[in-house]
């Protein structure tokens, strides 16, 4: 029994997540309409776009992505687009694959997501519009559902 303790507990020590790094890849912001928008009735329709990707870099580092595009819409008219790449480089070492798999997919996000909001909101004040004050993101219910989503449509294609 104390075997497989010492096991699981050498285990757990090999396993490693770090950040080392937390970066903005891109930003953009776009008013199409300005500054006609300015005198227009302000009542805004917001429209979130979110993505995310990954990339392996050297050893166990991975650069994950995450991409948060907002569009406001005031009736028919573009108030604004902002977009910003929200990028972080993780050292993950020892998880199976399906951890891996959710740290990169669900964790990682989770971690970017309070530096991507707060960088939308500054850049959307910056261009003289109130600030989005996004509201927080389950990419814990998100990926669950990425993961759903490929294997309904791994058993169609078989």
């Not at 970066?23 to 917001?46: G, H, N, Q, T």
């Not at 261009?127 to 490929?150: C, H, I, K, T, W």
Request: glycine share 4%; net charge negative.
């Amino acid at each position: 029994m104390t075997e497989q303790n010492s096991v699981a507990a050498q285990e757990e020590q090999s396993s490693q997540f770090s950040l080392q790094r937390i970066y903005v890849k891109d930003l953009s912001f776009e008013a199409p309409k300005s500054p006609e928008i300015f005198r227009e009735d302000w009542s805004p329709a917001v429209e979130l776009d979110l993505n995310t990707r990954q990339r392996a870099l050297e050893g166990d580092f991975f650069e994950v992505v995450l991409t948060l595009t907002v569009t406001v819409r005031t009736g028919e008219e573009v108030a604004f687009i902002a977009e910003v790449q929200q990028a972080g480089i993780f050292l993950i070492q020892g998880l199976d694959a399906p951890s891996q798999n959710h740290a990169l997919g669900a964790f990682c996000p989770s971690i970017l997501f309070p530096y991507a909001r707060e960088t939308l909101d500054s850049l959307v004040v910056r261009g003289s519009f109130p600030a989005l004050m996004l509201a927080p993101v389950n990419f814990d219910a998100l990926y669950a559902q990425e993961l759903q989503r490929m294997q309904a449509g791994a058993e169609v294609q078989a």
